[in-house]
C-alpha cells in the first residue's frame, strides 16, 4: 500500500515541478526573440525524448518479469529527471532528493 501512496507523491510532486518549468519557460518565449523561438523548439524535443525514455524503461520493467508497480516507477525516472534538470539549468538549484543546494559555479 504504501509504494502507491509513495508513487501518487511522486507524481504529484512531478506535476507541481512541471508548473514551475513551465512557468519559466514561458516567460523565456513571452521576451520573443531567437532565443524564444529556440527555447520553443527545446520544449517540443524534450518531451519527445523524455516520453521515449519513459517508455522504453517502463517496456524493458514488464519483460524483464517486474511488476506494474515497479513498471511505473521506473517510467516516471526520465521524466523527473528531465524536469529537474531544466530547472537546475534555469534557477541554477540543484534538487536531490528533497534537498535543494544553489549551484554555485
Known amino acids: 500500500m504504501y509504494a502507491y501512496w ?9 506535476g507541481l515541478d512541471a508548473q514551475r518549468v513551465i512557468a519559466m519557460r514561458l516567460a523565456k518565449i513571452a521576451k ?4 524564444a523561438e529556440a527555447e520553443c523548439r527545446r520544449m517540443v524535443s524534450e518531451k519527445f525524448l523524455a516520453a521515449a525514455a519513459a517508455r522504453d524503461a517502463a517496456a524493458a520493467a514488464l519483460v524483464g518479469g517486474k511488476g506494474i508497480d515497479t513498471a511505473a516507477r521506473l517510467a ?30
Open 76 to 105: 516516471l525516472t526520465p521524466i523527473e529527471r528531465a524536469g529537474l534538470r531544466h530547472m537546475a539549468t534555469r534557477t541554477g538549484v540543484i534538487i536531490l532528493g528533497t534537498f535543494k543546494f544553489r549551484d554555485r559555479r
Open 6 to 14: 509513495k508513487l501518487w507523491v511522486d507524481v504529484l510532486n512531478i
Open 32 to 35: 520573443g526573440g531567437a532565443a
